[in-house]
């Protein structure tokens, strides 16, 4: 299993400076979870290459240092992490954990595609926060930008004031600009020219 994992030990992991855990996130991006060749989006578009974000998500050292990076960048007025399932289940556990071992409390929300169709019938499923709780909204990989902005129509017909977007990889087709026309703050780990220049430099041709 080892193979599996990153050269680096997990507990360096723990207390590397943030800056420092870019190249290892970048060296699992590249392991697996991005390829090229001929691929169909969620979004209807057609792609040369794909990244499939949960391989680093819910890789145990991808994990940790997605928090950990992620948390740097969450606004100290933030009480929670939401996002829609499945992309975003990760990520809003990842962030809200690592915020425990920092002292600081994120309450994880999982925004559902569809109401629940039994019980409340709700569509956040996380603790009831108090109306008006700022609430970033996180995403692994954003083309479009459609699932992130259905998520945060979900949290502000709660009641809930949604004060960013953040996520790992801004694939620069529309998403960015989608969220400025909404007013609503977006920054992404790497671009996708980031991945391809590090995954063309771990595979010369």
Not at 26 to 36: I, K
Not at 118 to 142: F, K, Q, W
Request: aromatic share 6%; glycine share 8%; hydrophobic share 45%.
């Amino acid at each position: 299993m080892d193979e599996l994992l990153l050269k680096t030990p997990s507990v360096d992991l723990l207390s590397l400076e943030t800056a420092k855990l870019r190249s290892p996130l970048l060296d699992l991006f590249c392991q697996g979870a991005y390829q090229e060749g001929d691929f169909v989006l969620t979004s209807g578009q057609r792609s040369t290459y794909y990244i499939n974000g949960k391989l680093v998500t819910l890789h145990p050292q991808g994990a940790l240092m997605v928090g950990r990076l992620l948390l740097d960048l969450v606004r100290p007025e933030t009480v929670a992490v939401a996002g829609l399932t499945l992309g975003a289940d990760p990520l809003v556990t990842a962030v809200s954990l690592v915020g425990v071992y920092a002292n600081r409390t994120l309450f994880p929300l999982i925004i559902r595609k569809e109401a629940k169709g039994h019980g409340t019938r709700a569509y956040i499923e996380g603790l009831t926060l108090p109306p008006g709780s700022a609430i970033t909204v996180l995403e692994d990989v954003v083309t479009t930008g459609q699932s992130a902005l259905k998520a945060v129509e979900r949290l502000q017909a709660a009641g809930y004031n949604v004060n960013q977007i953040l996520a790992l990889v801004d694939r620069q087709q529309g998403g960015a600009e989608l969220y400025q026309s909404h007013s609503l703050p977006f920054k992404a780990l790497f671009t996708i020219q980031d991945i391809q220049a590090h995954w063309a430099n771990l595979n010369p041709a």
